[in-house]
Every structure is written in structure tokens, then in C-alpha cells.
């Protein structure tokens, strides 16, 4: 097992593919976690934080449909979910890069 700094920040950063493609934040991450997770150390780790991270916004994004339609208050809801899955991804790079295991908040454990 190697020890590859660049490849998990590369990770991290991946998700946001979606400002170029309109998707991909999942598939992404999710690829390079799976085919390199037995090689790379650390990648594990940061790899289910992102996908437990990019999970999670799925999920705050379906909630926050309906308050569209209910309060209007689920346009703020996607604008800060906007902001937090660009500001994250750039801050636990970072993070990683110093060889920091980042924490994603408001995640969910989907996967332990």
C-alpha cells in the first residue's frame, strides 16, 4: 500500500465535477474510492467521507423540495447547499493535503 496525498485531494476535488458537467459528484468519487481504496493509504477513509458526504446532500436536497412548494424556504435550503458542496470539497483538500483525515459536516453514516 503507497502512501498518495495527490490522489486523495484529487478525490476531494472531484466532486465538484458538477460545476463543469451538471454531474458526476457521486460517480466520481465513487470510482476512484472503489479501484483504489486496496492501494492507496487513507483512501478508505477519505473516500466514505465523501461518498457519506455526497449521500447526504442527495438527501437534504430531496427535503428540501417540498419546502419549496410548502414555505419557499427550500430555495435558501439549495442555496446553502450550493455553497457548502463547493466550500467543503476545497477545505478538506486542503486538509488532506497536510495529511489531515477531514471531516464532512452534516454527513450521514451511510457507510461506516
Keep these: 500500500m503507497r502512501e498518495d496525498r495527490t490522489l486523495i485531494v484529487i478525490t476531494h476535488l ?3 465535477i458538477t460545476l463543469l458537467t ?3 459528484s457521486l ?3 465513487l ?3 472503489v479501484t483504489q481504496k486496496e492501494k492507496v493509504y487513507q483512501m478508505d477513509t477519505h473516500g466514505k467521507n465523501i ?4 449521500l447526504s446532500l442527495i ?3 430531496i427535503i428540501c423540495v417540498p ?9 435558501l435550503g439549495f442555496i446553502a447547499l450550493g455553497i457548502i458542496a463547493i466550500v467543503f ?3 478538506n483538500a486542503i486538509k488532506a493535503s497536510n495529511g489531515e483525515t477531514p471531516k464532512y459536516p452534516l454527513s450521514f453514516n451511510f457507510i461506516s
Design 14 to 16: 472531484s466532486q465538484l
Design 22 to 24: 451538471g454531474f458526476g
Design 27 to 29: 460517480i466520481l468519487p
Design 31 to 33: 470510482i476512484l474510492w
Design 51 to 54: 461518498i457519506n458526504f455526497q
Design 59 to 61: 438527501v437534504y436536497c
Design 67 to 75: 419546502l419549496i412548494l410548502l414555505f419557499g424556504l427550500g430555495i
Design 89 to 91: 470539497p476545497v477545505v
